[in-house]
């Protein structure tokens, strides 16, 4: 290869290169914000109570017992409880791993 091949070939690789950054900077997710967390954190909870008193009361009207609606609803609230800590787990190691925003200086240089 001559010279000015092989420089266009490098100024090449850099634009992909530089192409490629903004890409990958754009195709990462956004931090979840306190309204997500929250709606989360309720849709864990509600589902597990529905399901376990919907189970709970097909079974009442299956076997004809009055009791299994009120121990499948404590089963959905101790499950809606477990996947709520696994999922405050999952978003605390998100959240650790992801990278710090820039400290702000004031007006007289000192961080905030």
Do not use: C, Y
Not at 10 to 30: F, I, N, S, T
Not at 67 to 75: A, E, P, Q, S
């Amino acid at each position: 290869m001559t010279d000015p091949e092989h420089r266009d070939l490098d100024k090449l690789g850099q634009k992909l290169d530089e192409v490629r950054r903004r890409e990958a900077a754009r195709a990462k997710p956004a931090p979840p914000t306190s309204l997500g967390i929250a709606f989360r954190f309720a849709t864990e909870m509600i589902s597990a109570l529905i399901v376990g008193g919907v189970l709970g009361w097909f079974l009442d009207w299956v076997f004809g017992v009055h009791f299994l609606v009120i121990v499948f609803f404590i089963l959905g609230a101790a499950a809606g409880i477990r996947n709520t800590m696994r999922a405050a787990t999952e978003l605390n190691a998100k959240m650790a791993s992801a990278p710090t925003a820039p400290a702000v200086k004031d007006e007289d240089g000192e961080e905030r």
